[in-house]
T-cell receptor, first 117, second 115 residues
Framework: AQTVTQSQPEMSVQEAETVTLSCTYD???????LFWYKQPPSRQMILVIR??????QNATENRFSVNFQKAAKSFSLKISDSQLGDAAMYFC??????????????FGTGTLLAVQP | DSGVTQTPKHLITATGQRVTLRCSPR?????VYWYQQSLDQGLQFLIQ???????AKGNILERFSAQQFPDLHSELNLSSLELGDSALYFC??????????????FGPGTRLTVL
């Protein structure tokens, strides 16, 4: 079974600085998808970024980018020029590529990011 | 706004009761997923429906059931409620069942409190 691990329960960053959130996963599959979701105090789950495992190029969305290391099964999220609105819980999630029985997301335990003004 | 709606936003009830949570997927989405977020279990997948049919079950209790209607909205029924069922229940939707580009978009959630 696949598992997702986020080893940093809490992180803090100064406004305008850069922070990296870590995520590792375990799978025997060669093709899959990885996601970062953001959950602000409103509790809404918001998709931040998605990475296809078959793509070597790291995904980027504005100030958010990932460092995807397939061999190491590592998927970290880098937030550049941090803003107060980035303060939230961040979840790393895994999804199998082939779907089949299910496209369920498997989530890590989350990292709570605080942004200091 | 993800386009996924959930009602009610908050629900407070007593142990032993039954409640129904409702979800309307994004326009055009055929798949609906239910997730439970609790302090001790984290975010867990409960069940998935695709175009009215159940496709997968996760850690869903036998006291819980769901269905997806012809208009594609879905309901999650929770019965014989226990204190431990208190959680945030999310609905997510996506377009297809097996497509590789099938991102799930989440609704705002229903906060269930069992007293």
């Amino acid at each position: 079974a696949q598992t997702v691990t986020q080893s940093q329960p809490e992180m803090s960053v100064q406004e305008a600085e850069t922070v990296t959130l870590s995520c590792t996963y375990d799978t025997s599959e060669s093709d899959y998808y990885l996601f970062w979701y953001k959950q602000p105090p409103s509790r809404q789950m918001i998709l931040v970024i998605r990475q296809e495992a078959y793509k070597q190029q790291n995904a980027t969305e504005n100030r958010f980018s990932v460092n995807f290391q397939k061999a190491a099964k590592s998927f970290s999220l880098k937030i550049s020029d941090s803003q107060l609105g980035d303060a939230a819980m961040y979840f790393c999630a895994y999804r199998t590529f082939y779907g089949g029985a299910t496209n369920k997301l498997i989530f890590g335990t989350g990292t709570l990011l605080a942004v200091q003004p | 706004d993800s386009g996924v709606t959930q009602t009610p936003k908050h629900l407070i009830t007593a142990t032993g009761q039954r409640v129904t949570l409702r979800c309307s997927p994004r326009s055009g989405d055929l798949s609906v997923y239910w997730y439970q977020q609790s302090l001790d279990q984290g975010l867990q997948f409960l069940i998935q429906y695709y175009n009215g049919e159940e496709r997968a079950k996760g850690n869903i209790l036998e006291r819980f059931s769901a269905q997806q209607f012809p208009d594609l909205h879905s309901e999650l029924n929770l019965s014989s409620l226990e204190l431990g069922d208190s959680a945030l229940y999310f609905c997510a939707s996506s377009l297809r069942r097996t497509s590789g580009a099938d991102t799930q978009y989440f609704g705002p959630g229903t906060r269930l409190t069992v007293l």
